[in-house]
């Protein structure tokens, strides 16, 4: 048996308590406790411990602590369960006591995947351009079930996502550019596409936004593609074969026929 002698209150950490223990050759220091623990097993200077009872101890503390890494985790921002779990496994923490943290966190409410995933949604729609599709496979990389990210993603009105769309094509479409109006709209719907929207919405969104550009833009884009095909085709056909290549590398790249050929007439 051993026998509670001393307690004192750590310098560092208010919350936790050292304990020291006489096994029948002096005092020594045994080992700490959190003050949830030091209550829930009225410790006090003292009592005695047999061996299990001190296993017991240091089993409930470990149990402790992990649960304060897990609250402090979630102190910066909410997270999903399964986002806890790695923490915690990364910080080498028994996996039956992450199991039993997890289940008391979901108990108050401090863990909710629905919650976080509805959260979620609405942070990066406010702060990014995401569409649904972006959105959800974002969610699953955080292991959210595909139950509470298609509830959260369906709330996500139609009209919205083809508002938000709009917006963005709107800002790009006064940019520079060295691409054909036809290819330059293809990139955008690429982008668009890449940011989690359906080819239905980025259609709709198109539909709305004047992207054309003024006749001029459009012979400069062509000038500069022209020029870079030349350089590519340049001494390796005879003349018939290296108009036609020409014409058909600017066709690809979404230049008008009769734009091509002004090219032809007037460059080459």
């Known amino acids: 048996m051993s026998k509670i002698t001393k307690i004192t209150l750590q310098k560092r950490n208010k919350g ?42 240091i ?10 890494l897990a609250l402090n ?18 910080k080498e923490r028994v996996e039956e006591h992450i199991d039993e943290v997890i289940q008391t966190l979901i108990e108050q409410k ?15 729609r406010l702060t990014q351009v995401k569409g649904p599709l972006k959105l ?10 595909k139950t509470d990210i298609e509830e959260v993603i369906q709330t996500i009105p139609k009209e919205e996502q083809i508002n938000e ?15 054909s109006n036809r290819a330059y709209k293809d990139k955008l719907a690429i982008q668009l596409q890449s940011k989690g929207y359906s080819h239905s919405i980025i259609n709709e969104a198109l539909h709305h936004v004047e992207i054309e ?13 022209a ?6 085709y340049q001494g390796k056909y005879e003349r018939w074969e290296y108009v036609q290549r020409f014409k058909q590398a600017l066709y690809r790249k979404g230049f008008a026929a009769e734009l091509i050929e002004r090219y032809i007439d007037q460059k080459l």
């Open 227 to 232: 020029e870079k095909v030349e350089k590519k």
């Open 213 to 225: 550009k003024e006749g001029d833009d459009e012979w400069e884009a062509l000038c500069y593609q």
């Open 73 to 90: 985790y979630l102190s910066y921002r909410m997270r999903s369960i399964d986002e806890i779990k790695k923490y915690l496994l990364k």
């Open 136 to 145: 959800k496979q974002e969610l699953m990389q955080k292991g959210v079930s």
């Open 165 to 179: 769309a709009r917006k963005w094509l709107e800002k790009q479409a006064n940019k520079s550019t060295k691409h």
């Open 59 to 68: 089993e409930e503390d470990e149990k402790k602590k992990t649960y304060h």
């Open 16 to 57: 936790r308590y050292n304990i020291f223990l006489d096994r029948g050759q002096g005092e020594e220091y045994a080992f700490s406790v959190d003050e949830d623990v030091l209550i829930k097993y009225q410790l006090k200077k003292g009592l005695e411990l047999d061996e299990e009872y001190l296993k017991t101890l």
């Open 110 to 124: 401090l863990l909710d995947d629905h919650e976080f995933a509805r959260a979620f949604v609405q942070t990066k």
